[in-house]
């Protein structure tokens, strides 16, 4: 089976029309009736509300230094509501009926955080809720109240333990301070700004203001400084640490061996990744493909590696599995070593945990894309030591991230951590240990630009496997799960079936049986990799830090073969060629499995090459607000004039959209803004398409729809820049849409946004969709690759001979 390159449209020529996008259906008479019916338990909660309010009132003031010159106290209130909160809708009434700014939103705007911007008009607020209370208690049934009051579930005052977001004895020498912003007075906000940062200089704390992220680092703070800074300064929302954690060392037995190979396209124009870790060893058989730059550093010298027991390494082994893939490895390095990329180290860490300047970080990563523009990947294996809440909302540090990958058209592979506490929480492989809240990832792998990478249990070795896993495909019982949970948010008809992490799994190796009923961290099962140290060569490891590496490989790969895609495309050619196919989860479990999988295994094979009879197509164009694109996708004409030996299921299509967007801070549900959705639907115009299902089925099958729901528009959901889709064809499809499809895809900017939509904020959005057209029937006929061409505007991206390529793996890994 020859391999082939994949084709790319010739966008305007495929593209048939553009419509302003209509939504001609909306919400039933009951829908968004969420008040409660129960108004005397509802009372009782206010009661208690109003006197800890009360309470902690008096005591924010009683503690306040007030020797400290600060021009203004602000007051903060947390609100929890029955349902989504409507901020196009509600925003202005609540300032001006209540005196509350609403500066936040969380819990995918089910709880907001308001500043008390005029206490005159507050009063009028906590007077409605003594109101409610009197009615609700039947003490006064003529007690009159706003009916904003009973779509409220409970308040609270932003409180000092709720601003600090770790254990004050365990502070680390990086502190961040997530400022609050004041959308409708930033006069006010810089003033106490410029108040903190006098307090903080004062008091000769080192510190760095990002304006970008809007947060203040300070390094070596002392506990009663951050308490003081805490209880004063009212425009804090969270003071969080910066103590992260790489794998952690491990007691594997070291093969003792020199390097015993050379790597043969050394002086070849590779693909440069830059390697985010603890440095990389240049006394190594990677010296060739490493760029001798000492520049990008947090932690000494970038060019040596002494992380992990006995000096082993980390990034070097990272890089290793970067530059030279599965391939290399499998083999162990045996024969002629080919690399995929050059490796640019970027240490930010000289042991692999501790405590990073992420400011001094994202410096240096935009100061790489200056001195290196045509750097596109990135690796990033090391995350926050502790795990997510679920449903929390994203950090600083992931804002800063999905915001570099936006603006510097960069790409960065991030791992979901390690759960190391698996070993000693389970006997066996069971899957059900996901439920558990301490499963879920660590921050930054909620990042939504970048790619998000989970471990696999293979371990690249031939010959039996050694794991606990129920198969080489499946996910490894430390790799975490996405912290999103929209099923404890929104109703069972109400979810977006694409908003999760991690984007897809890879071999990351396994742990084994030390004996019947213990688990332990074992040779056999566990993945080989390049040591830092050239005396010993090898070492055995595990983690997610491993397994990230080999999908940025695989990203080298395919910018090798295919160096003008964006970097959209790469990602979507990733996920489109991940299957969950080999890794069925428990039905009881199913809802963890896009959670714990993601789009599943990583297949090199299908991301990389077309073959006679699989045609992968490429889409690259962009798309303005409001509007509706519709590109014909047709079909040749032997499909349904040859006997294929079946009627049913010739074909498989799997489809999928990815875009990058500008983040927003302060609402979870807005911090992607932009919703856009496509499908695969009958042979019909954009009008006809955007008729209800009542009126005009437009639909290619019952259960394909639009792959994303914009129908939610006062309280949508919360938006992804990922979506896949898949579905068969019969040859009675293609007969009805006369060999025929139309993909459509549409957008729509987000109205929940505090304080609006940002100035200048973009109104068309660059998108790239892979569409992966595979004949299923018995014999292959060899046709399909060539004859798709014919019908289409399509080009070969690659005039190159593949054909030495990747052959496809059987077990696709």
């Keep these: 089976m020859a391999n082939k390159s994949h084709l790319k449209f010739l966008s305007e020529k495929q593209l048939s029309e553009i419509k302003d996008f209509k939504y001609n259906y909306g919400f039933g008479p009951n829908e968004e009736d969420n008040t409660p019916k129960n108004y005397y338990r509802l009372a009782n909660s206010f009661k208690a509300d109003l006197a800890n309010l009360n309470t902690d009132l008096e005591e924010k003031y009683r503690i306040k230094d007030r020797t400290i010159e600060i021009p203004y106290d602000i007051d903060y209130i947390q609100i929890t509501f029955q349902d989504q909160f409507v901020i196009s809708k509600y925003f202005q009434d609540y300032y001006s009926d209540f005196g509350l700014e609403a500066v936040a939103f969380y819990d995918f705007a089910q709880k907001g955080l308001f500043a008390v911007a005029d206490r005159d008009k507050f009063e009028v607020f906590l007077t409605n809720v003594n109101n409610f209370i009197e009615f609700g208690l039947k003490e006064n049934q003529e007690s009159t109240y706003s009916n904003y009051v009973i779509y409220i579930r409970s308040f609270k005052l932003l409180r000092t333990n709720d601003i600090l977001k770790f254990q004050i004895e365990n502070i680390g020498s990086i502190i961040y301070l997530s400022l609050i912003n004041l959308p409708l007075d930033e006069e006010v906000k810089q003033q106490i700004v410029q108040s903190l940062i006098t307090y903080v200089e004062t008091n000769n704390i080192e510190y760095k203001y990002d304006t970008e992220s809007d947060r203040i680092e300070l390094h070596n703070p002392s506990v009663e400084q951050i308490q003081k800074i805490i209880q004063n300064f009212d425009i804090i929302e969270s003071v969080t640490c910066s103590a992260f954690t ?47 730059d000492t520049t990008f550093t947090l932690a000494g010298n970038p060019l040596i590696d002494q992380a992990g027991r006995n000096r082993l390494g980390h990034g070097t082994a990272v890089a290793g599995l970067v530059a030279l893939g599965k391939d290399n490895h499998r083999n162990n390095f045996e024969g002629e070593v080919v690399a995929d990329a050059k490796l640019l180290s970027i240490k930010i860490s000289d042991n692999g945990c501790g405590y990073i300047s992420e400011i001094n970080l994202l410096k240096m990563l935009y100061d790489v894309k200056a001195k290196y523009p045509h750097i596109r990947l990135f690796t990033l294996t090391t995350c926050y030591g502790n795990h997510m809440n679920t449903n929390e909302s994203f950090s600083d540090y992931t804002f800063s991230l999905d915001s570099f990958a936006y603006e510097t058209d960069s790409l960065i592979f991030i791992c979901t951590g390690n759960n190391d506490n698996c070993i000693n929480e389970n006997t066996n492989y069971d899957l059900s240990y996901f439920n558990h809240e301490h499963t879920n ?85 566990a993945l080989t990799l390049l040591s830092a140290r050239p005396e010993i060569g090898i070492m055995e490891e595990v983690g997610t830090s491993f397994s990230t590496p080999l999908v940025a490989n695989l990203a080298a790969k395919i910018i090798k073969n295919y160096p003008t895609l964006s970097n959209e495309s790469i990602k979507a050619l990733i996920i489109n060629g991940a299957s969950l196919e080999l890794i ?47 590109y014909p996708i047709n079909f040749p004409n032997y499909l349904v004039q040859d006997d294929l030996g079946k009627k049913n299921g010739i074909l498989k299509i799997s489809a999928t959209l990815c875009f990058k967007f500008k983040p927003i801070k302060n609402n979870q549900l807005s911090y992607n803004p932009i919703h856009i959705a496509f499908c695969i639907f009958k042979n019909q ?82 998108f790239s969709i892979v569409l992966t057209i595979e004949e299923t029937v018995k014999s292959n006929t060899g046709k399909l690759y060539d004859e798709i061409q014919l019908v289409n505007n399509l080009e070969a991206i690659q005039g190159i001979d593949l054909d030495a390529g990747l052959e496809a793996d059987a077990l696709n890994v």
């Design 246 to 292: 790489t794998i952690r060392p491990t007691q594997f037995n070291t093969v003792q061996r020199e390097f015993g190979f050379v790597i043969e396209n050394a002086e070849e124009e590779l693909p440069i990744v830059g390697i985010i870790d603890t440095g990389i060893s240049q006394q190594t058989a990677l010296a060739p493909l490493i760029i001798n």
């Design 441 to 525: 990832l660590s921050t930054p792998a909620d990042s939504q630009n970048n790619i998000i990478i989970g471990a696999a249990a293979d371990n690249l070795k031939n010959g039996a496997f050694r794991g606990i896993a129920n198969g080489r495909e499946f996910p490894t019982l430390y790799t975490r799960k996405g912290h999103v949970d929209l099923s404890t948010i929104y109703n069972a008809k109400k979810t977006n079936k694409n908003y999760f992490k991690p984007d897809v799994i890879n071999s990351g190796g396994d742990m084994g049986f030390y004996n019947a009923n213990t688990l332990d961290w074992m040779d056999e099962p």
């Design 584 to 630: 069925p989860f428990p039905t009881t479990l199913a809802k963890l499995k896009n959670r714990v999988a993601g789009n599943g295994l990583v297949n090199d094979f299908k991301s990389l090459y077309s073959t006679d009879n699989s045609a992968t197509l490429i889409l690259e164009d962009t798309i303005q607000d409001g509007k509706i694109r519709i």
């Design 685 to 766: 115009s954009a009008e006809d398409i955007m008729k209800p299902d009542e009126e005009l089925k437009s639909k290619l099958k019952s259960t394909l729809s639009w792959s994303e729901n914009g129908r939610y528009v006062s309280k949508p959901l919360p938006y992804s820049n990922t979506q896949k889709i898949s579905f068969n064809v019969n040859v009675s499809d293609l007969i009805n849409e006369k060999n025929s499809f139309k993909l459509a895809i549409h957008t729509k900017l987000s109205e929940q946004i505090v304080g609006g939509l940002p100035e200048n904020y973009p109104t068309e959005f660059p």
